[in-house]
C-alpha cells in the first residue's frame, strides 16, 4: 500500500517530523466548580505537513492543481490508517531544482480533515455484564455504560 493516496494516485512523500498529523479539538475542556475536567469535546481535526522528494515538473504540476481544488480530496494510505479520508488540501511552496537529468521540483503541501474525525467511544466496566444482543468475538466481563 502506498504511503500516501489523493484521489487514488500515488504521492510520493519524504518523511519528516510534521508527516504526522496533530489534531485541533473540537470543543473544550475546562475545570468545573468541584475540580474534576469537564468536557465538551465532540471530534477533532487532523492536519499533516508533508512534502514529496524531487519529483518531475509535470507531477509537481498536477500535484499543485489537485489541491488547488475546491473540492475535498479522497486521502488514502498508510497515512491515514489505508482508510479512505475526505481532506482539504493546501499548497505551501513548490522549491525548483536542476539536476543532470533535467529540472524537478520539491512540493510542500498540507492536508487537513474536511470534517471532523468523531472516533467511537465505549465505556466498557467488569463489573457488569453485557445488555441483552451485544456480544464479543471472545468472552469477557465487560459492559457498555451510556453517558446520559
Known amino acids: 500500500m502506498a504511503f500516501l493516496t489523493l484521489n487514488g494516485t500515488p504521492v510520493p512523500c519524504a518523511l519528516q517530523a510534521q508527516s ?6 473540537i470543543g473544550e475542556r475546562a475545570t ?5 475536567t469537564r468536557s465538551t469535546v465532540r471530534g477533532h481535526i487532523r492536519t499533516w505537513s508533508l512534502a514529496t522528494p524531487p519529483i518531475p515538473l509535470a507531477d509537481a504540476r ?4 489537485a489541491l488547488a481544488s475546491q473540492y475535498p480530496l479522497v486521502a488514502g494510505g498508510d497515512l491515514m490508517g489505508g482508510i479512505d479520508t475526505p481532506v482539504i488540501g493546501q499548497l505551501d511552496a513548490i ?3 536542476k539536476y543532470a537529468d533535467g529540472e524537478r521540483a520539491v512540493v510542500e503541501f498540507t492536508l487537513q480533515d474536511a470534517e471532523p474525525y468523531q ?14 444482543g451485544a456480544a464479543f468475538s ?9 453517558r446520559d
Request: glycine share 4%; net charge positive.
Open 95 to 97: 522549491r525548483h531544482r
Open 119 to 132: 472516533p467511537i467511544i465505549f465505556w466498557l466496566r467488569a463489573d457488569r455484564a453485557l445488555p441483552a
Open 138 to 146: 471472545r468472552p469477557s466481563e465487560a459492559t457498555y455504560i451510556d
Open 32 to 36: 468545573a466548580f468541584s475540580g474534576r
Open 20 to 25: 504526522q498529523g496533530t489534531p485541533r479539538l
Open 62 to 65: 498536477a500535484l499543485e492543481l
